[in-house]
């Protein structure tokens, strides 16, 4: 109640998206599954704001604030952030969002628990909730070749994943997403990007996040999607799934 008393002022969803255009969407999966990525990509086709609560968390981290000593220990362990400091962050990027007029969003990485999805629900009306799904051997291998460009932010991954198929299954094939010239000699790697710390968020993933999956099916808005492989596979396809016309040409879709 705390919350929707807070985030109160912002409007009912109608009164801030009067044209209707803006999507409510949110996007689960596993660490390492491409959330980022393809919440990015939509949000770019969609022309709503791609609002990820792990991009807020590394910027709270990066400002040296006064949570950001209490944050670097429990993300940096692959924990779980309080629902409150989460909340907290969100409601402020969506005020400012406000003053800027966006309407709708594309959530990625919230809600995490049940308790932030029922704090969602009683705030916004969600439409869809994509489910991305990957094999769990490529997701770990995903986490440990994600790169980030320490100069312009870009995301990159060096994995190349090439899993022989067995008992009938195809082989499973992901390109890596390489950085362009200018980035390739400033790459880093997320603190929590370790092979023990990966392991540590997949099994939160399973515990505290899973559930949710089953909060939005219950509610029939989960859309399962089964990535078929890296981005040139896996966007039109997606873009299918949503029934959204294919507007990119297939020179950004293979980008
Ligand atoms: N909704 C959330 N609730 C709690 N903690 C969060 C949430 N979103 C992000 N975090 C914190 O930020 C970290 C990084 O999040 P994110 O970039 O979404 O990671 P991932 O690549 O694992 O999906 C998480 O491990 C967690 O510590």
Redesign the pocket.
Known sequence: ARFSTSLAHLGPPMTRDPGGRGVHWVFL?????G??TYASRLSQLLGVPHI???????EELASSGPLAQQLAG??NH??????EI?MSLLIKRLEHGATKAESGSIL??????IR?AEILEGVTEIDLVINLKLREDALLAK?LGRRICSHCGGNYNVASVNIKGENGRPDFIMAPLLPPADCASKLVTRV?DTEEVVKE?LQ??NEMSKPVEEFYRARGKLLEFDLPGGIPESWPKLLQALNLVDHDDKQSASA
């Open positions: 999966g596993c660490p390492g599954v959330k980022g990820s609560t792990g991009d807020l968390v590394r429990i993300v692959g924990q779980l952030v309080s629902d989460i990625d990485g919230f809600p995490r628990t932030q986490c929590d968020r939160i993933y």
